[in-house]
């Protein structure tokens, strides 16, 4: 019983030890603490005002080759409608480049003069060559 009342000292005295006084506001972190907060503060009204302004604004109309761009854009994905994965991607590349009809034309032309099929780089100097040619006839 004795030692029940030992501990019951113990904790007594330690609780009496304890300060009952707050620290000050006025502290020494306190400044520190403040300009967080102000700079918090000020953080979070200049974001919620810039969503105002970029909300108010009006949109931007597209310039003259942008529009031809999404012409040219819906065009080609008509043209697509029936070409799935990586043959849709090549032909919507060919399209968009505007050689699509070049290419045609000077891939058929592309023989030697025995009549066999050009390849590799024979080929792809003769398509280069024959798309110039119709570029500058153009």
Partial sequence: MSRVYNR????????AEVPTQFPSPRSEDYP????????SLALAAGTAFAEEKKAD?????PT??????QEKMKGC???AADK???????FMKQCLSGGNA?????????????GKPLAGAAK??????CQADGAAAK
Avoid: Y
Avoid at 57 to 61: I, R, S, T
Avoid at 84 to 90: F, M, S
Avoid at 124 to 129: I, Q
């Fill in 8 to 15: 019951r000292i113990v904790v007594a005295t330690r609780l």
């Fill in 32 to 39: 520190m603490k403040l300009a967080v907060a102000l700079i």
């Fill in 57 to 61: 604004a009006p949109k931007k109309e």
């Fill in 64 to 69: 003259a080759a942008q529009k031809a761009q």
């Fill in 77 to 79: 994905n008509a043209q």
């Fill in 84 to 90: 799935k994965g990586d043959e849709r991607k090549a």
């Fill in 102 to 114: 070049a290419d045609d034309g000077c891939a058929a032309k592309a023989v030697d003069k025995n």
């Fill in 124 to 129: 792809s100097s003769f398509v280069k060559k």
